[in-house]
């Protein structure tokens, strides 16, 4: 590999046995920073099964126990548009393929002759959803706090049909993947979907990561800010992306059995060392939820400068924007509105049920209501982002309705998942069982969020919403609410 790149220094490795979660939060996710973590993977059922007592990736167990799965497998010799060559293939004939190609190079090393074989990356396979019932893994506590699948796994990301296909339900259903790829495989340079966190165990093999953290990203862009640098170990003509020189990289060798944590918009290209089988997720929170936003925003403003030329001609030329965005990041702005509408009512729903039976507030549990409120003040102020966009208003129509909300069986389970994640998290004695019987029969009083509008059609409803539930239930968590106003 060329290296003419600057290293500039490793990501901090540390047992995660010895990590609180409030430390994670405080020294790598809320500050943004990478971080590589031991001791978390040791028991995982992906662990025994999928690597053979040799150490060998356990082609035969894949074949044999999901080998009908159809899955996107990248040619990483092979580059298309920004990304590399994508076939679809059934998971025992990408078994098969990664078998002869092993022995293809065995026997080519054995006689020191060139290797031709293509080397393939099966990537983006959505595991969990297709394979619920077998327990690959338990998610490490510190990426617990996962709306983005919590809210897949309930819903669908998009509120326009023009934007859903059902035949495609299984790749666009969640963010949770397993990577799988020989030695030599590869990504090109790329920040993760929706400006995400993201996490990486290594069940097998060894990677190399080389980050640009979000400040130094502009070096690795053309002079034009549009185009990104597709491997940053070929020879990058200086003229078209003058400031790559410049850049300052960090990198980190993975083992076997680590994690590394991706924080949001840190670009990186990573490398299989070893024939590798990785486990990864995208997920985001409250702590980079204005990453999303701000992405949705821009690519937006893309999508709508890309086609300003036919706004004279085309009978709905925002819809033509939002269906273009959806159709290019993933969400559009109807869809991410939706999302922090349901979750700032969910997080409201739990604030009423630690309010008690008697109107007194469940003191044991006032670090979950602060929890929650960081949550809305969140929302909130990217609510009054949106607010403040002139080229919103008029856009927005009726999304949701609160009270039909509150009976949807749907909106039951997300308000569920929310319970068991911030319990854990809050190591408090917030019994999910009791939070359950009370939903189911109607012990808590919600009359605090039905009592105003049911109709959220704009981001000035949701601020309303927000503001007239917290003004009610701020005279029994005054302390712990009054973080969503803080500036």
Same mark, same amino acid.
């Given at each position: 590999?060329?290296?003419?790149?600057?290293?500039?220094?490793?990501?901090?490795?540390?047992?995660?046995?010895?990590?609180?979660?409030?430390?994670?939060?405080?020294?790598?996710?809320?500050?943004?920073?990478?971080?590589?973590?031991?001791?978390?993977?040791?028991?995982?059922?992906?662990?025994?099964?999928?690597?053979?007592?040799?150490?060998?990736?356990?082609?035969?167990?894949?074949?044999?126990?999901?080998?009908?799965?159809?899955?996107?497998?990248?040619?990483?010799?092979?580059?298309?548009?920004?990304?590399?060559?994508?076939?679809?293939?059934?998971?025992?004939?990408?078994?098969?393929?990664?078998?002869?190609?092993?022995?293809?190079?065995?026997?080519?090393?054995?006689?020191?002759?060139?290797?031709?074989?293509?080397?393939?990356?099966?990537?983006?396979?959505?595991?969990?959803?297709?394979?619920?019932?077998?327990?690959?893994?338990?998610?490490?506590?510190?990426?617990?706090?996962?709306?983005?699948?919590?809210?897949?796994?309930?819903?669908?990301?998009?509120?326009?049909?023009?934007?859903?296909?059902?035949?495609?339900?299984?790749?666009?259903?969640?963010?949770?993947?397993?990577?799988?790829?020989?030695?030599?495989?590869?990504?090109?340079?790329?920040?993760?979907?929706?400006?995400?966190?993201?996490?990486?165990?290594?069940?097998?093999?060894?990677?190399?990561? +080389?980050?640009?953290?979000? =400040?130094?990203? $502009?070096?690795? &862009?053309?002079?034009?800010?549009? #185009?990104? /640098?597709? %491997?940053?170990?070929?020879?990058?003509?200086?003229?078209?992306?003058?400031?790559?020189?410049?850049?300052?990289?960090?990198?980190?060798?993975?083992?076997?059995?680590?994690?590394?944590?991706?924080?949001?918009?840190?670009?990186?290209?990573?490398?299989? +060392?070893?024939?590798?089988? =990785?486990?990864? $997720?995208?997920? &985001?929170?409250?702590?980079?939820? #204005?990453? /999303?936003? %701000?992405?949705?925003?821009?690519?937006?403003?893309?999508?709508?400068?890309?086609?300003?030329?036919?706004?004279?001609?085309?009978?709905?030329?925002?819809?033509?924007?939002?269906?273009?965005?959806?159709?290019?990041?993933?969400?559009?702005?109807?869809?991410?509105?939706?999302?922090?509408?349901?979750?700032?009512?969910?997080?409201?729903?739990?604030?009423?049920?630690?309010?008690?039976?008697?109107?007194?507030?469940?003191?044991?549990?006032?670090?979950?209501?602060?929890?929650?409120?960081?949550?809305?003040?969140?929302?909130?102020?990217?609510?009054?982002?949106?607010?403040?966009?002139?080229?919103?208003?008029?856009?927005?129509?009726?999304?949701?309705?609160?009270?039909?909300?509150?009976?949807?069986?749907?909106?039951?389970?997300?308000?569920?998942?929310?319970?068991?994640?911030?319990?854990?998290?809050?190591?408090?004695?917030?019994?999910?069982?009791?939070?359950?019987?009370?939903?189911?029969?109607?012990?808590?009083?919600?009359?605090?969020?039905?009592?105003?509008?049911?109709?959220?059609?704009?981001?000035?409803?949701?601020?309303?919403?927000?503001?007239?539930?917290?003004?009610?239930?701020?005279?029994?968590?005054?302390?712990?609410?009054?973080?969503?106003?803080?500036?």
């Amino acid at each position: 590999m060329n290296m003419g790149i600057k290293i500039g220094g490793q990501i901090e490795k540390v047992n995660g046995k010895e990590l609180c979660y409030s430390e994670f939060v405080q020294r790598y996710m809320k500050k943004n920073q990478p971080v590589l973590l031991t001791g978390l993977v040791e028991d995982w059922k992906a662990c025994k099964d999928w690597v053979t007592d040799n150490g060998q990736p356990n082609l035969q167990f894949f074949a044999t126990h999901f080998g009908k799965s159809r899955v996107q497998v990248a040619d990483c010799g092979t580059r298309e548009f920004t990304d590399q060559k994508r076939v679809e293939m059934s998971v025992s004939d990408f078994a098969e393929q990664w078998f002869k190609s092993s022995v293809a190079q065995q026997c080519s090393n054995a006689t020191q002759g060139s290797n031709s074989q293509r080397v393939l990356y099966l990537k983006d396979w959505h595991f969990v959803k297709e394979y619920p019932e077998y327990l690959a893994y338990t998610t490490p506590l510190f990426f617990s706090d996962d709306w983005l699948n919590l809210y897949l796994d309930n819903y669908r990301m998009h509120t326009d049909p023009d934007n859903y296909h059902q035949n495609n339900e299984i790749s666009c259903s969640d963010y949770r993947f397993v990577y799988m790829g020989a030695k030599g495989s590869w990504t090109p340079l790329h920040a993760d979907v929706f400006r995400s966190y993201s996490w990486s165990a290594n069940v097998r093999g060894k990677k190399r990561w +080389l980050f640009l953290c979000p =400040s130094q990203c $502009h070096f690795a &862009f053309d002079r034009n800010s549009r #185009s990104c /640098v597709y %491997n940053i170990f070929d020879e990058v003509i200086e003229t078209e992306f003058p400031g790559f020189k410049k850049a300052i990289w960090l990198e980190c060798i993975q083992e076997e059995n680590e994690i590394l944590f991706v924080p949001s918009g840190w670009y990186h290209q990573v490398h299989n +060392l070893e024939d590798t089988i =990785s486990i990864n $997720h995208n997920w &985001f929170n409250a702590f980079n939820l #204005s990453w /999303v936003w %701000n992405l949705l925003l821009r690519d937006y403003n893309e999508a709508k400068e890309y086609i300003e030329d036919i706004r004279d001609i085309c009978d709905d030329f925002e819809g033509l924007c939002q269906r273009n965005l959806a159709a290019n990041t993933g969400m559009n702005f109807y869809d991410f509105f939706m999302f922090i509408t349901r979750f700032s009512l969910a997080n409201l729903v739990l604030l009423c049920y630690l309010i008690g039976e008697h109107g007194s507030p469940r003191r044991s549990l006032s670090a979950l209501a602060q929890n929650l409120a960081l949550n809305l003040g969140t929302i909130r102020d990217i609510a009054v982002e949106i607010k403040c966009m002139c080229s919103l208003e008029g856009n927005y129509r009726c999304l949701l309705d609160t009270i039909e909300t509150l009976e949807d069986p749907k909106f039951f389970k997300l308000c569920m998942g929310l319970a068991r994640t911030y319990g854990m998290i809050n190591k408090q004695c917030l019994r999910c069982s009791d939070f359950e019987k009370a939903l189911m029969e109607d012990l808590i009083d919600l009359d605090i969020l039905k009592k105003y509008s049911s109709q959220v059609c704009t981001p000035e409803d949701l601020i309303k919403f927000i503001d007239n539930a917290v003004s009610k239930l701020s005279g029994i968590f005054s302390e712990e609410l009054s973080i969503i106003y803080d500036s």
